[in-house]
């Protein structure tokens, strides 16, 4: 049974998708369609330009909205960026956080977010710190080594009891937008590895700390993977596109609460 403090978390990357207009539209829709009280935390992470249109449109609802990165410092000269005070005007919840996609294509590194993880907590917003391995490097055997440095390194400024309000998610690279998930055992296999990590820190910490799954998750595919011990929610990028698939989702990780 899941501690009360790991509440099923389904979280949805819109990534590069949807107008302001639009995030308006697909709030809507979901208001109307989402059945309350399900007991599982639900967060959407749209672009920032359409944050201000999915907290109005999600108005009092316990639904969360969270950035897809944020920058360490609280102001400067940083063309292009947002910071965490910016963040926290708009009344958003919390962010992502090394998003492999950050990592690949706009050098986000790890040392960056030994700062940005720290900053975030600071400001009162929740991280969602990404983590995952590569196609070469699991058949390589790396992925423990590649998971290990990358836990070790963004998490050490964190203070031991800090860190269970840390939200990680492991997306293997190979399962992202591929439609190849990874299977239940060895998500829930990086995953154990993953609370064991944090469990090197803080005993209690890893007993709390929620740790979710992200690559190819799909309504027919949640519920076997959800369903692992160590599997706290999901991280879901083009099903999240869609509220009728997005609340399938929620409805399988509502389904492990009963
Ligand atoms: P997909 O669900 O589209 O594979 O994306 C996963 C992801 O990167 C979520 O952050």
Redesign the pocket.
């Known amino acids: 049974m899941t501690p009360d403090a790991r509440r099923p978390y389904i979280a949805g990357?819109w990534k590069m998708f949807k107008t302001a207009g639009e995030a308006r539209e697909f709030t809507q829709k979901l208001l109307a369609r989402l059945p309350m009280g399900n007991g599982v935390e639900l967060a959407l992470c749209p672009p920032f330009t359409a944050l201000a249109a999915t907290l109005d449109g999600l108005g009092g609802s316990e639904i969360k909205v969270l950035a897809q990165n944020m920058h360490q410092e609280p102001e400067g000269a940083f063309t292009g960026e947002v910071s965490a005070p910016m963040l926290v005007e708009l009344g958003v919840h919390g962010t992502l956080l090394g998003?492999s996609e950050r990592r690949q294509y706009f050098n986000e590194t790890d040392r960056a977010l030994q700062e940005k993880i720290p900053a975030a907590l600071g400001a009162g917003l929740q991280p969602m710190l990404?983590v995952g391995e590569s196609e070469d490097e699991r058949e390589e055997g790396e992925t423990q080594r590649k998971l290990r440095h990358q836990v070790q390194e963004a998490l050490e400024r964190v203070p031991d009891a800090q860190l269970a309000d840390v939200v990680i998610a492991y997306?293997p690279i190979w399962?992202?937008?591929t439609g190849k998930v990874a299977t239940a055992e060895m998500a829930q296999d990086a995953i154990g590895f993953i609370r064991a990590l944090v469990g090197d820190r803080s005993k209690d910490a890893a007993e709390r700390v929620r740790v979710l799954y992200?690559?190819?998750?799909k309504p027919e595919n949640a519920a076997a993977i959800l369903a692992q011990p160590d599997i706290d929610g999901a991280?879901?990028?083009?099903?999240s596109l869609d509220p009728d698939g997005l609340i399938e989702i929620v409805t399988a990780a509502a389904a492990q609460v009963q």
């Open positions: 990357n998003h990404c997306e399962a992202i937008g992200g690559g190819s998750v991280l879901v990028g083009g099903a």
